[in-house]
């Protein structure tokens, strides 16, 4: 007995250029006996584009998130983060095919488009969990609105003209009061988000912890904080803030917060799955993905461990390090002839 195969196929429909790519993986998909599955909305901009794909189905309406196999994710890291809102509570990881600029989250670029889908019908990944966070605002001693973040959630100002006044908690115990623009509490994942921009800590994705930087705070201590997964961060918007505040979680979902509201973040039972194809070290994901300098680098000491030999080597890490060994002779050859 042959079971249907569904693939949820995410993609920023509002450029030419990703609307394409969303076409082409839905004709490989179909090709290869699966089933492609799309949101209401991209559905009908899809079938507009290729009537020829009448094997597509829509997410919620013949399809549930629970029979997804895997979410293919063609867009930048605010596509990837819609896609982990559609699939919410469902098992099926999101693979991202970067079709922006940086797209941290994306696992491969968009020239490796035809081989990703080969891969994704292949099984050939793994599935890394990241921790989110479980999001509850509450007023006059009630819990008025909950939802959930995978970067971050942050409480902002309202208005451009006036400053937030808030006081930050952790696990129950007031530690300071300040004015500021706002306050990112966020995941590992998150680090290199919002928090980055405000000067936060980059955290190893595989490290559990959650994060609290303040943004533009006027305070002699506004620290970024690193706490642990099980501490409870809160933000209260004192009274003296007129105007009141916003919050954010992942630039996605926004709630008003009046004076005297009080939002609690805590790590929530439910991760997003990421499918990955190279599980190379964060180190040259960051490396990667900023464009950071590494020339001149010479490596550990011992050197009789060959590129590739440490158990579990990537090729990406293989090729890394071939490269960075090749290069640290070249450097040895031109010290030597130079007398240096």
């Known amino acids: 007995m042959t079971t249907t195969r569904y693939f949820l196929v995410v993609a920023h429909t509002g ?3 990703s609307l394409e790519s969303g076409v082409a993986v839905c004709r490989q998909l179909t090709e290869a006996g699966t089933v492609p599955v799309l949101s209401s909305d991209e559905h009908a901009e899809m079938i507009a584009v290729a009537p020829d794909l009448e094997r597509m189905r829509v997410l919620g309406r013949d399809v549930e998130v629970d029979d997804l196999e895997l979410t293919i994710v063609l867009g930048g890291d605010g596509t990837i983060l819609r896609a982990a809102e559609l699939t919410r509570g469902g098992a099926a990881p999101l693979l991202g095919v970067n079709m922006g600029h940086v797209g941290f989250l994306a696992e491969s670029e968009r020239n490796e488009l035809t081989a990703t889908v080969s891969r994704a019908l292949a099984r050939d ?15 006059d001693g009630a819990v008025v609105y909950e939802t959930w973040a995978l970067n971050e959630a942050t409480v902002e100002k309202r208005s451009r003209e006036r400053m937030l006044e808030v006081a930050i908690e952790v696990d129950a115990r007031p530690l300071s009061t300040f004015g500021c623009d706002g306050v990112v509490m966020s995941t590992p994942t998150g680090s290199t988000a919002y928090a980055f921009s405000g000067g936060g800590p980059v955290v190893w994705p595989n490290i559990d912890a959650m994060l609290l930087v303040p943004l533009s705070a006027h305070a002699l201590f506004a620290r970024p904080l690193v706490v642990a997964p099980e501490s409870v961060l809160a933000i209260e918007v004192l009274a003296r803030s007129e105007n009141g505040g916003v919050l954010w979680c992942d630039g996605r979902r926004a709630r008003d917060l009046e004076s005297g509201a009080r939002v609690t973040a805590t790590r929530s039972e439910v991760p997003v799955r990421l499918a990955r194809l190279d599980p190379a070290p964060f180190t040259d994901r960051l490396v990667r993905k900023f464009q950071l300098p590494v020339h001149g680098w ?11 030999e ?3 080597a990537s090729a ?13 002779a070249a450097e040895r050859g031109a010290e030597r002839g130079s007398g240096a």
């Open 125 to 139: 990944y793994e599935v890394e969990e990241r921790m989110t966070l479980k999001v509850e605002v509450e007023a």
């Open 316 to 328: 990406e890490q293989r090729a890394t390090e071939q490269r960075a060994t090749e290069q640290r």
């Open 298 to 308: 010479r490596g550990p000491a011992r050197e009789h461990v060959a590129p590739g």
């Open 15 to 17: 450029r030419e250029e």
């Open 310 to 312: 440490r158990s579990g």
